[in-house]
């Protein structure tokens, strides 16, 4: 049970935004992925989650290629992303959002509205608990009957984890969680993950904060141009010459 | 005088059947449907010509929904995976080609002559109680579909096609497919519009393509921009301040000398363009106050 990239490549016109990335992670993993502004961090995540098609490569789940699956196949594959300029829904509640994210419901069919209401009504207080323990886990439920418009930067990156929690992933990829973030929530979200990742989630983490995110991965990878420079424990990767000549040179 | 307010009565509700469709389709969904008025010509040819060859009423009217409904399934799947600005050229241009269609299908529609004599509802009823009867099922239907759309809006469906509405992208990162979502909902209001349509078809009794022009399009859309797009009710009050418009600038021109009814048409177009600039730009909420943004 691993998700894995193999040699991805990706070009935008002339420009090659992703030459030959490969990457691993395994099952309940917890991998960060860093490195400059227009590395390759969001195209790689687009191309994973199916939103971007790769020009070479393969994205695998459990060694099974998802090339052929479309976005929405991807994620009820156990697969799912968050951005990182949130997408809440706007005008629905938090505690909506949420909802609105748990698969496989009858109700979402107009012949199942009309026709199965007992089942429906089932389902609907089967995952409106589910949303309930999401608000508590997430320290949502004092906003959840707010319009997900009203969140804080912080709230919205949560809402999004949570949302994404509602389809029992096998694997997060999270866009930048701690960007707009205050430190006492960029602490609690830390903490989050720890306990997610402890039941068995596995997460790969783009992110600038390095502060934050050494403090939570074991495992970094660096992108840099478009190529992975390097791999491995984040003491290791961040002394690193060529991390710290591609990445760190501005600030060593 | 009574007749006339029930005449009007029954156009109002023709137009918030109308009306009801494009809340579900743009207020709650997000789409674009600039093409109502071909589903509402495809339902009144359905349910005419039917009950002209003998086909009983009810069962016309139930053809007058499905035809429609059935119709906006490959015009869904053709168009609803294109952007929102093409989905809105792309059913205008349906609307068109229905048009143009039943303009120029002679031997089935008459073409430009149309179809007279199409059956009335209640024949074993004249006068003022054959109006009321026809007035009293419609808004039976009205209340019925009102129903109907607000229970769709509370459930899940609902909550899916809102959130399809704010956030597309999202949508398919949750694992669920927009278009899918999308195709229903244009069925449902195509089928609204099929069903307005055929008790149109045999309340006017004579029906020829100048009816089916864009213009309906755009008076539905005015009422529920006025009203408030994501609100139900904001269909229904949206409806009546269309009808007070659409009547009272019939007697308008009897204040304005030298301009003939073939001008005031153009007055009327002009004004609904008016009005829904002001509405957007100092209004977009509706009178009913739509809290929803866009």
Same mark, same amino acid.
């Given at each position: 049970m691993t998700l894995e990239v193999r040699d991805i490549v990706m070009n935008f016109g002339g420009f090659r935004a992703l030459d030959g990335v490969s990457l691993t992670v395994p099952a309940g993993g917890l991998v960060g992925l860093i490195g400059p502004n227009g590395a390759g961090k969001s195209t790689l995540f687009a191309i994973m989650s199916g939103f971007q098609t790769q020009d070479a490569g393969a994205v695998l789940l459990d060694g099974r290629?998802?090339?052929?699956?479309a976005a929405p196949a991807r994620a009820r594959a156990g697969l799912v992303r968050t951005f990182q300029v949130p997408r809440e829904f706007r005008n629905l509640t938090v505690r909506q959002n949420l909802l609105a994210a748990a698969p496989g419901q009858t109700g979402e069919n107009l012949l199942g509205l009309f026709f199965q209401p007992g089942r429906v009504a089932r389902e609907e207080a089967v995952i409106a608990r589910r949303a309930e323990e999401t608000l508590r886990l997430l320290k949502l439920a004092p906003v959840a009957d707010q319009p997900a418009r009203q969140l804080s930067g912080g709230q919205k990156k949560l809402l999004e984890l949570g949302r994404a929690l509602m389809l029992d992933p096998r694997f997060v990829l999270l866009d930048e969680p701690f960007a707009g973030v205050n430190p006492v929530l960029i602490g609690e979200i830390v903490a989050r993950i720890r306990e997610l990742n402890a039941a068995g989630i596995g997460f790969l983490i783009i992110e600038h904060d390095l502060e934050a995110l050494t403090r939570l991965v074991p495992y970094l990878a660096v992108l840099d141009r478009g190529r992975i420079i390097a791999q491995g424990g984040p003491d290791a990767v961040l002394t690193d010459a060529a991390v710290r000549e591609a990445y760190l040179g501005g600030v060593a | 005088m009574s007749a006339y307010f029930v005449a009007i009565g029954i156009v109002s509700l023709i137009y918030m059947l109308l009306a009801l469709g494009l809340t579900l389709q743009f207020g709650l969904t997000g789409l674009i449907n600039f093409g109502h008025v071909g589903f509402f010509a495809i339902g009144a040819y359905t349910s005419a010509l039917l009950s002209l060859q003998g086909v009983p009423l009810p069962l016309s009217f139930l053809a007058a929904a499905i035809v429609p409904g059935l119709m906006a399934l490959p015009i869904g799947l053709i168009s609803?995976?294109?952007?929102d600005d093409y989905f809105a050229i792309v059913t205008l241009g349906f609307s068109e080609v229905v048009r143009a269609v039943i303009t120029n299908a002679r031997e089935l529609t008459g073409g430009t002559q149309g179809i007279p004599g199409i059956p009335r509802m209640y024949p074993g009823l004249t006068g003022l109680p054959a109006q009321l009867a026809v007035l009293a099922t419609v808004g039976l239907v009205t209340l019925a579909a009102v129903w109907m759309i607000v229970r769709i809006a509370r459930s899940p469906f609902g909550r899916m096609i809102q959130a399809i509405r704010d956030n597309e992208v999202a949508v398919k990162a949750l694992g669920k497919d927009p278009a899918r979502f999308k195709v229903q909902v244009l069925a449902v209001g195509a089928a609204l519009a099929g069903i307005a349509s055929a008790f149109y078809a045999h309340y006017i009794t004579y029906i020829v393509p100048?009816?089916?022009?864009p213009l309906v399009t755009f008076y539905v859309w005015m009422a529920i921009i006025m009203g408030g797009a994501s609100r139900i009710s904001g269909a229904v009050l949206g409806t009546a301040i269309l009808m007070a418009f659409l009547e009272g600038s019939r007697f308008v021109h009897d204040f304005? /000398?030298?301009?003939?009814e073939v001008h005031m048409a153009s007055v009327r177009i002009g004004i609904v363009g008016l009005l829904l600039i002001v509405f957007v730009i100092?209004? /977009?909420?509706g009178l009913m106050g739509d809290t929803t943004q866009r």
């Open positions: 290629p998802l090339d052929a699956l | 609803l995976r294109l952007r100048d009816q089916f022009i304005l /000398p030298g301009v003939s100092k209004r /977009p909420q």
